[in-house]
């Protein structure tokens, strides 16, 4: 039995699917104007691991898994101008597509770098543009929204639902929001559906003339299209919660009255840095490719991310990354070689139905080295120690036995004189060259370690 903490009723409530044989569940995807921050993959990570739990649960042709990319935004419109400006070839759409074509590769690359499997389905909001168009008409004419000045919008207050998944009245919204405020509008709450765009700007042709479609129709019309009007469960960021999950429910809710769109709400919390908010002001904002780029695996990345409940804020450190490496690195060699069992502990299995206990189960997996195969099978349910992931972990191969027998001769002329310090010297070079350094009453071993560099190993005679 599954249990999650749904977010429209505040507490944690058994998972039971509209149809077993076909579990639907939708992410709201990436805005593809960028490299995805640290802070955007810890959706994408949390929720392959409960896509992994209902593969498992219900078998993995039973479940249907959606997550966009939204390739209408400003942003994208601004690159693409700035390229054509500076002599691109082709038209502002073929240089927009350009942009997000390259920005989806990005993406991808980063997240399978995580270990996240792709979703079986992901959607491009272009490419549901008539959708929208059709979705929007019928709001217009069961007097859910209006056109007005080449605009349409929502009417907020005519969805006595508003304001349930975030818990607040619309007045108080109103009171501790920032509310556009426009002309057009006939209320300060309700918000755009569709929007024109000029010459300069990509558009398509609509009733209410050429325009492009709001933000939060996207996700409303593509879910609809491919999961139906209602469907399982609906997943996101805690800042995606109000407006963009508000009004999804909203409008779908009207548009769609005989569906109930998302049952099950999951929001994971934010992430910081080192304790502090990321934000580039105080330069703490990466990037996964940045992380990546440094040499941190994405398996580490992954785990250090797994370490913390999904509705719990996360810190991100150094210090976490480190230890995440090296239980992986331990972990790696316990299982080189070793088929998996064939299933998972069912600790970890219970520790995942439980609200997605991602610290439990990973806190079981710690008591399985005496059992690699079922180790092996179990963090594979994690997305950890796949066969895939591994080559950072493949210690380089290096003749150190010259240096081992250096540190040895130095360590025992020490004994005699009391004088250490040639022995802390080498052992500190070593250390700096990546090398793992074990000494014993046995004698004195030396391993490449993460990051060993065979360049910088100190000269010995």
Known sequence: MIRLHNTKTRRKEEFVPLDPANVRMYLCGPTVYDRAHLGNARPVVVFDVLYRLLRHVYGA??????????????????????????????????????????????????????????????????????????????????????????????????????????????????????????????????????????????????????GRPGWHIECSAMSYELLGAS???????????????????????????????????????????EGKKMSKSLGNFFTVRDLLDQGIPGEVIRFVFLQTHYGKPMDWTAEKAAQAEATLRKWRGLVAGIEPAPSPAPSVIAALCDDLNTAGAIAALHGMAGDPALLKASAEMLGLLGEGMGDWATAPEADLSAHAAALADLRAKA??????????????????????????????????GPGFDAGKLPPLG
């Open 415 to 448: 004994m005699e004189t009391k004088d250490f310090a040639p022995v802390d010297a080498l052992k500190a070079a070593l250390l700096a060259a990546g090398v793992e350094v074990r000494m014993s009453k046995g004698g004195v071993e030396l391993m490449p």
């Open 61 to 210: 042709e039973h479940v249907t898994y959606v997550r966009n990319f939204t390739d209408v935004d400003d942003k994208i419109n601004a690159t693409a101008l700035a390229r054509q400006q500076a002599g691109a070839p082709g038209s502002l759409e073929d240089l927009i597509r350009e942009r997000t074509e390259e920005t989806i590769g990005w993406y991808h690359a980063d997240m399978d770098a995580l270990g996240a499997l792709r979703p079986n389905v992901e959607p491009r909001a272009t490419d549901y543009i008539g959708q929208m168009i059709a979705m929007i008409e019928g709001l217009i004419a069961c007097g859910h929204a209006y056109a007005k000045e080449g605009h349409v919008l929502f009417r907020v207050r005519s969805y006595k639902d508003y304001g349930a998944l975030s818990g607040r009245s619309v007045d108080d919204m109103i009171a501790g929001a920032r509310v556009e405020v426009a002309p057009f509008k006939e209320d300060p709450m309700d918000f755009v559906l569709w929007k024109p765009s000029d010459d300069e700007l990509p558009g398509w042709d609509s009733p209410w003339g050429r």
């Open 231 to 273: 469907f399982d469960i609906h997943a996101g960021g805690i800042d995606l919660q109000f407006p963009h999950h508000e009004n999804e429910i909203a409008q779908s809710c009207c548009a769609h009255p005989e569906g109930g769109f998302a049952r099950y709400w999951l929001h994971n919390e934010m992430l910081q840095v």
